[in-house]
């Protein structure tokens, strides 16, 4: 499968992570999804520095929030919700 086998592990990792973090949420834990880490760093902190065929998929960090968070509301569905394609906005 070549390049897919890549495409897939990626794709189940995050699927993973979105359920750690409803996991995490339902006990009261605050998390959020990384982007744009050093990877070398990543494997340094979690000991995997010497593995390099391994590949951090995803990164999220979970733990207890210092302040609350604020609500930010909801966007309207006409603003993010399309009917058949993009540009044809979902009319309430």
């Known amino acids: 499968m070549g390049e897919k086998t890549r495409e897939y592990a990626i794709k189940d990792a995050m699927i993973a992570a ?3 973090v409803l996991a995490a949420e339902s006990l009261g834990l605050s998390s959020c999804f990384l982007n744009g880490w050093i990877e070398d760093k990543v494997k340094a902190v979690i000991g995997a520095a010497d593995h390099p065929d391994l590949a ?4 999220v960090p979970i733990g207890y929030a210092a302040e609350p968070r604020l609500n930010p509301g909801r966007l309207p569905l006409d603003y993010n919700v399309f009917v058949d394609r993009l540009g044809n906005p979902y009319q309430i």
């Open 18 to 20: 979105t359920h750690l």
């Open 56 to 59: 951090i998929a995803v990164v």
